[in-house]
């Protein structure tokens, strides 16, 4: 794995609206797999609160916990991405 995609799946996992199935489609790598990613590249406290946050209901990373009026992985506001690629405005 590069180190643009280890980056871009920590940032994925960062935000509370992509699920880890998002996760898993573009990537291929599992849940437990994004788990021990989080753990090895993150400070202790950094992943702590990750998880914590991730546990607490406040995140929506799994599908079957969301909304079913939540249809999307990203937000409106949020730029395209594509195959890792961020586009430009």
Known sequence: M??????RIIEMAWEDRTPFEAIEAQFGISENSV?????????RSSFNLWRKRVN??????????????????KSKMQRAVTM??????
Do not use: P, Y
């Open 84 to 89: 890792n690629v961020i586009s430009k405005r």
């Open 56 to 73: 607490s209901g406040v995140s929506q990373k799994h599908l079957l916990k969301r909304d079913s009026a939540i249809n999307r992985f």
């Open 35 to 43: 788990i021990r990613l989080m753990r090895g590249e993150l400070k």
């Open 2 to 7: 590069t180190a643009e995609e280890t980056d």
